[in-house]
């Protein structure tokens, strides 16, 4: 079973920072493709970082500079570190995981959300 499971959400100052982390089970996490997304009240979700093929990570022009997504293959968790984060970053941030290899070896073209962490910037 895949499982993805977000953790540091919060409420933050105009400025401030803050890290989610996103920790995978049931994937073979290092050949996997990983990303984040956001869903602000009202909007639809919106694609804040994904891995592309060779390594590259594509971000939203909205974050370029301000956010940086990372993984740590040993601990099969992956990162977004949200640096000087404005009020119109509030958002409920999704971790997804997709196309993948299942534990096991078998590969799963569709998609994996963990269940959203609440992000809060207040002005």
């Known amino acids: 079973q895949v499982q993805l499971v977000e953790s540091g959400g919060g409420l933050v100052q105009a400025g401030g920072s803050l890290r989610l982390s996103c920790a995978a089970s049931?994937?073979?996490?290092?050949?996997?493709?990983m990303g984040w997304y956001r869903q602000a009240p009202g909007k639809q979700r919106e694609l804040v970082a994904r891995?592309?093929?060779?390594?590259?990570?594509n971000y939203a022009d909205s974050v370029k500079g301000r956010f940086t997504m990372s993984r740590d293959n040993a601990k099969n968790t992956v990162y977004l570190q949200m640096n000087r984060l404005k009020p119109e970053d509030t958002a409920v941030y999704y971790c997804?995981?997709?196309?993948?290899?299942?534990?096991?070896?078998?590969?799963?073209?569709?998609?994996?959300w963990g269940q959203g962490a609440q992000v809060t910037v207040s002005s």
């Open positions: 891995e592309r093929s060779g390594g590259t990570i």
């Open positions: 049931g994937i073979m996490f290092s050949i996997s493709t």
């Open positions: 997804n995981a997709g196309p993948v290899y299942r534990t096991g070896g078998t590969y799963y073209s569709g998609d994996f």
